[in-house]
C-alpha cells in the first residue's frame, strides 16, 4: 500500500508516516521548506522495513502538486491513500487586524491545496478513472468548531472548509472505491504554535480542555491510521474529534 503525506516532515504529518510504515504502507513524504526533517523521516520509514521518498512541493500551487503526485507515481506506485495534512498559520491577532494577503495566504495553504490533493488522488484511486479505491483523510481542527476568536479566526475558517469538503468529497466518490473522512485534532504539542508567536501555546490552554492535557502528534496519527484501514471500511464522510473531550 502506498501513501502521501502532506507537510510530512513534521509534527501529525511525521509521526502518521512513521505509523504508517509500521502497518506496513510505503509512504510519499511531502515537504515545503525543511529538507532535512523530511530526511529523517523518509530514514525511519526506511528502517521500518518500507520504501519511503521525500517531495518538495508546496501545496498552495497547484503544479506543485501535480508534479508531486507525479513523483509518487513514479518512485512508488499508484497511490492508495492521502492524508491531508499540510497547513499553516499566522501570528496571533484580531481579524479586524487582518489583512486580504494573509487570508488568502493562510485560505491558499490550508483550503486550495487539499482540494487539488483531493483531485489527484481521486483520479488515481477512483474506479471510475480505472483505479481500485482508496482512502483519504483530511487534518481538520477543532478550531473549525470553536472559531479561534482572537487569534486565528482565518485558520479556523480555513479548517471549517476543509470540512465541508471532506462531507462533499465523501458523497461524490462514495461509489467509487473512496472513502473521505477528517480528524479534527485539539491542542497538539506541534511545530506549528511557533509560526503564531507562541510556541507554548499548549501549556496556557490546556486548562480548558476536558482531560487537562495536550495531546501528542502519535494520538492523532493513530486515529488517521484507524481511518485509513479496513476497520473503517464502512465509514465516509465522518469526523472523529480527538480533542481531549473538546
Known amino acids: 500500500m502506498i501513501l502521501l503525506v502532506t507537510g510530512g516532515g513534521r509534527g501529525i504529518g511525521a509521526a502518521t508516516a512513521r505509523l504508517a510504515a509500521a502497518r506496513g504502507y510505503d509512504v510519499c513524504v511531502n515537504y515545503r521548506s525543511d529538507k532535512d526533517a523530511a530526511s529523517r523521516v ?5 528502517a521500518a522495513g518500507r520504501r519511503a521518498v521525500a517531495v518538495a512541493a508546496d501545496v498552495s500551487v497547484e503544479a506543485d502538486v501535480v508534479r ?6 513514479r518512485q512508488l506506485g499508484r497511490l492508495d491513500a492521502l492524508v491531508n495534512n499540510a497547513a499553516i498559520l499566522e501570528q496571533q491577532m484580531r481579524l479586524d487586524a487582518m489583512d486580504a ?13 487539499p482540494f487539488m490533493c483531493a483531485r489527484e488522488a481521486v483520479k488515481r484511486m477512483s474506479t471510475k478513472y480505472g483505479g481500485r479505491g482508496g482512502a483519504i483523510v483530511n487534518v481538520s481542527s477543532g478550531a473549525s468548531r470553536l472559531g479561534s476568536p482572537n487569534e486565528y479566526v482565518d485558520y479556523a475558517a480555513s479548517k471549517g472548509a476543509l470540512d465541508t469538503m471532506t462531507t462533499g468529497l465523501a458523497k461524490e466518490v462514495a461509489q467509487e472505491g473512496i472513502r473521505v473522512n477528517a480528524v479534527r485534532a485539539g491542542h497538539i504539542y506541534t511545530e506549528l504554535h511557533a509560526s503564531g508567536g507562541e510556541p507554548n501555546r499548549v501549556e496556557r490552554v ?8 495536550g495531546g501528542q502528534p502519535d494520538e492523532i496519527a493513530r486515529a488517521i491510521l484507524w481511518l485509513l484501514s479496513d476497520e473503517a471500511s464502512f465509514t465516509t464522510g465522518a469526523f472523529l474529534d480527538v480533542a481531549g473531550g473538546n
Open 42 to 46: 523518509v530514514s525511519d520509514v526506511e
Open 101 to 113: 494577503a494573509r487570508v488568502t495566504r493562510v485560505l491558499a495553504t490550508n483550503v486550495v491545496g
Open 68 to 73: 508531486l503526485f507525479e513523483s509518487c507515481d
Open 206 to 213: 490546556k486548562s480548558l480542555v476536558a482531560m487537562k492535557r
